[in-house]
Structures are given as structure tokens and as C-alpha cells.
């Protein structure tokens, strides 16, 4: 009786498991692949780069060099997946038989929770729950033609006592991050010009980004001041 029931445990958990591994593989057989197929292999690992490995080495707790190795069996599963739609594959006949090499794959390096924790964000991300937001480009077209001195004049007579409150800078530190902004808006309509089709938009949204954030540390702000600018200035436009 012991031993049914010990059996009926471990069968429980083999399905658990192939449960998991089918989602994993799944997402990345469809949804990604037809979401992102305009991408050469060299952009998707770049995007893997800017999103999805930062966030699963905080998340579920792995090196860089694991992150590396679940880009790399993404797009490996991606790309078997296109042969096997196109009867071309001469190693995998069906998709279950990919899924299967693509769970040994996982399982050599990452440890079951780890696992788990990977799924969850891969649904989260399918479900539309998650977004890179360094690399969605947001564009305010009155700084088309707005000069940058006008613009920095506005947000100070308008939102310069709300920012002091809302950060907790002094007004130096104010005007400073005031000029930050007005040059990101700038900088947002110069890549607003390049196609969506065209990766160097990504490539040089994710650069603006990155500059803004080391201009206001320059200007002397933590990097919860940081995040809380970019929420006021999400809610306070000219």
C-alpha cells in the first residue's frame, strides 16, 4: 500500500515536471518565434540580452552564464522548430521528440525551482503581464519643434516645486534633471524617425536609456530617484 501510494507520488511529480517543460517549450515554438522572427539570431540574443537575462538572473537566481545557455536553447529550439513545420529536419521528426532533447537541455544546468520560476515568467510574459520597457521608444511630438530652452522653461514653471517634493532633491539638482528630460524627449524623436522594422531603434532606445540614467547620477541621484523621476515624468508632460 506504502509503495502505491510512494508510486502514485513520483507520478505525480514526473507530470508536474513534463507539464512545465512542455509550457517552456511551447512559448518559445510559437508565440516568440512569430513575434520576433523579423530578428536575425545575433538581434534576438542582443534582445535576450537587454530583457529577458537581467530579469531571470534577479528572478530565479542564475549566473550569467546560465542565462547565456537558456538564449542559446531558445533560439536552438526555435530554429529546430522551423525545420520540423517545413519537413526539413533530419534529426527530429515531430515537435514532441524536440520537446524532449529541449527538457534534457534544461535540465543538465537548472535546478527544478529554477525551472518552475523560469515558466512563470514565460507565462507572465505570453499572458502580456511583462514588457521591457527599455526598449519601447514613447515619443511627445510637441518637442518636434519645440527648442530644448523653451521646453526646459516649461517643466520648471510647471512641475519644478512638484518634482523637489515628489524626489527630494534641492532645486539645483531640479534644473538638472529638468535638462536630462527635455534631452531624452529630443533624443526620442531622432530614433522615432528610424523603422520599427529597423533593430538599430531598439539598439539606440535601450542606449538612450542607459545615458539617461547615468546623467542623473551625475546629477546625484539613488537609483530609487532615478526609477521615481521616470514615473513623474510618465504622469507630468508638457
Given at each position: 500500500m506504502q509503495?502505491?501510494?510512494?508510486?502514485q507520488f513520483?507520478f505525480?511529480?514526473?507530470?508536474?515536471?513534463?507539464?512545465?517543460?512542455s509550457?517552456l517549450f511551447?512559448?518559445f515554438?510559437?508565440s516568440?518565434?512569430?513575434a520576433q522572427d523579423?530578428?536575425t539570431?545575433?538581434?534576438h540574443?542582443?534582445?535576450?540580452?537587454?530583457c529577458d537575462?537581467p530579469e531571470?538572473i534577479?528572478?530565479i537566481k542564475i549566473?550569467?552564464e546560465q542565462?547565456?545557455?537558456?538564449?542559446e536553447i531558445?533560439?536552438w529550439?526555435r530554429?529546430q522548430?522551423?525545420t520540423?513545420?517545413?519537413?526539413?529536419?533530419?534529426v527530429?521528426?515531430?515537435?514532441g521528440?524536440l520537446?524532449?532533447?529541449?527538457t534534457?537541455?534544461?535540465?543538465?544546468?537548472l535546478?527544478?525551482?529554477q525551472?518552475?520560476g523560469?515558466?512563470?515568467?514565460?507565462?507572465?510574459?505570453?499572458?502580456g503581464a511583462q514588457?521591457?520597457?527599455i526598449?519601447?521608444?514613447?515619443?511627445?511630438?510637441?518637442?518636434?519643434?519645440?527648442?530644448?530652452p523653451?521646453?526646459?522653461l516649461?517643466?520648471?514653471?510647471?512641475?519644478?516645486?512638484?518634482?523637489?517634493?515628489?524626489l527630494?532633491?534641492?532645486?539645483r539638482?531640479?534644473?538638472?534633471?529638468?535638462?536630462?528630460?527635455?534631452?531624452k524627449q529630443?533624443?526620442s524623436?531622432?530614433?522615432s524617425?528610424?523603422?520599427?522594422?529597423?533593430f538599430?531603434?531598439?539598439r539606440?532606445?535601450v542606449?538612450?536609456?542607459a545615458?539617461r540614467?547615468?546623467r542623473?547620477?551625475v546629477?546625484?541621484?539613488s537609483?530609487?530617484?532615478?526609477e521615481n523621476a521616470?514615473?513623474?515624468?510618465?504622469q507630468?508632460?508638457?
Amino acid at each position: 500500500m506504502q509503495n502505491h501510494s510512494y508510486n502514485q507520488f513520483l507520478f505525480g511529480k514526473r507530470n508536474t515536471v513534463i507539464k512545465l517543460y512542455s509550457f517552456l517549450f511551447l512559448f518559445f515554438c510559437s508565440s516568440h518565434v512569430i513575434a520576433q522572427d523579423k530578428w536575425t539570431p545575433e538581434e534576438h540574443r542582443e534582445l535576450f540580452g537587454y530583457c529577458d537575462k537581467p530579469e531571470l538572473i534577479k528572478r530565479i537566481k542564475i549566473n550569467t552564464e546560465q542565462a547565456d545557455k537558456i538564449a542559446e536553447i531558445d533560439f536552438w529550439a526555435r530554429q529546430q522548430q522551423k525545420t520540423i513545420d517545413a519537413n526539413t529536419n533530419e534529426v527530429y521528426a515531430t515537435a514532441g521528440e524536440l520537446q524532449q532533447e529541449v527538457t534534457k537541455k534544461y535540465k543538465a544546468f537548472l535546478a527544478a525551482d529554477q525551472v518552475k520560476g523560469l515558466v512563470d515568467y514565460k507565462k507572465e510574459k505570453s499572458g502580456g503581464a511583462q514588457s521591457c520597457s527599455i526598449t519601447i521608444l514613447t515619443v511627445n511630438h510637441v518637442f518636434d519643434t519645440m527648442p530644448a530652452p523653451r521646453a526646459i522653461l516649461q517643466y520648471k514653471a510647471k512641475y519644478r516645486k512638484p518634482l523637489i517634493d515628489k524626489l527630494g532633491i534641492n532645486g539645483r539638482q531640479a534644473d538638472g534633471v529638468f535638462e536630462i528630460e527635455v534631452w531624452k524627449q529630443k533624443e526620442s524623436v531622432t530614433i522615432s524617425a528610424i523603422p520599427e522594422t529597423d533593430f538599430s531603434r531598439i539598439r539606440k532606445t535601450v542606449a538612450m536609456y542607459a545615458e539617461r540614467v547615468r546623467r542623473f547620477k551625475v546629477v546625484g541621484l539613488s537609483d530609487e530617484q532615478i526609477e521615481n523621476a521616470a514615473i513623474f515624468f510618465e504622469q507630468n508632460k508638457l
